[in-house]
């Protein structure tokens, strides 16, 4: 099996988590439980988790020249990720989610800082790099019109194009047309669909590129016929990063030449392995993790 080149493109985050057992008020100060700094960022995610399986992964994104920045590029390199294009940006911070647990809930804050520094211009420069990937894989944690240049030099050059439209936002059918596959969960399914006035012929023309995953149910892919690709049944520790790792291990196996149905039932091993750890990347399996796992 030749090794095909997996390019993502996408943000770069340091997630800041703050458990607490008192909630502040604004304006005042309480003493919290614990502290943690964890690598995230849904474009890092998921090229973690490719590069966890094996796969060829280049990154493309920014992250400020602060220590968070330079400890998150290190990161990525000590995964084997290619980062010579993960360019780092004196203008703002590193992307950063500030995340408070309490009481078995969440709030978060996100900055997108030096992510919103992936511009159409930054892209532009690298169409080489993107015309040499078999693999494009998106999601819309950078500028959209930087999204819409990587799909216009991504698609001008063949490559295979998965976008994982989340967070979910308006999209133009001239983006969606030139994409392969769309992997919204069923929230962002919904959104896709309804947010924009199509007519019932384009409707259906997106439609057969969506890859619906639906948590414990696993996946439905709508091209052509309707088909399920049913999940694993795991014992769940923490959700965290299971889209991440459906949507980085999906590139994998279309990059190493799988055929869909069989790239879901992969990826939705990868998927379920993910949901028995904590944390997004830490729960990430490896190849033979997932291939014992099917056994
Ligand atoms: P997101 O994390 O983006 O909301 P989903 O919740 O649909 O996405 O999960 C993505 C994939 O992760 C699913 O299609 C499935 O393969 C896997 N997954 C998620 N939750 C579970 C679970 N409880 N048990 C097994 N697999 C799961």
């Not at 990720?81 to 709030?107: C, K, L, M, R, Y």
């Not at 259906?204 to 999940?231: M, Y």
């Amino acid at each position: 099996m030749t090794k095909k080149k997996i390019t993502v493109i996408g943000s770069i985050n340091m997630d800041i988590v703050t458990s607490t057992n008192i909630l502040p008020k604004m304006g005042e100060t309480v003493l919290g439980k614990a502290f943690h700094t964890i690598p995230g960022g849904k474009g890092a995610n998921q090229a973690v988790a490719a590069a966890r399986l094996g796969a060829d992964v280049s990154m493309i994104g920014c992250v400020g020249k602060d220590t968070f920045g330079k400890e998150l590029k290190q990161h990525l390199n000590n995964l084997g990720i290619d980062v010579q294009n993960v360019e780092p940006v004196t203008e703002t911070s590193t992307g950063t989610a500030t995340i408070t647990v309490f009481d078995g809930d969440n709030s978060i804050i996100v900055v997108p800082g030096a992510n919103y520094h992936v511009t159409p211009v930054y892209i532009e420069r690298l169409e080489k790099m993107i015309a040499e990937s078999d693999v494009v894989l998106l999601q819309l944690e950078i500028p959209l019109e930087t999204v819409e240049k990587a799909v216009e030099i991504a698609s001008k050059h063949h490559a295979t194009i998965i976008l994982n439209p989340a967070p979910i936002q308006l999209l133009s059918k001239e983006l969606l047309s030139k994409i392969d596959y769309i992997t919204p969960n069923e929230h962002e399914q919904e959104m896709l669909l309804t947010s924009s006035d199509w007519t019932d012929e384009e409707r259906k023309e997106i439609i057969k590129k969506c890859i619906v995953t639906k948590g414990a149910k696993g996946v439905s892919i709508l091209k052509g016929n309707e088909r399920q690709i049913p999940s694993f049944n795991v014992d769940v520790v923490d959700t965290t990063g299971a889209g991440d790792t459906f949507n980085g291990a999906l590139a994998y196996c279309l990059s190493i030449g799988y055929e869909l149905e069989e790239a879901c039932h992969f990826a939705n091993a990868a998927a379920a392995l993910s949901v028995t750890k904590f944390g997004a990347q830490g729960g990430m399996p490896t190849l033979q993790e997932v291939e014992e796992f099917l056994q």
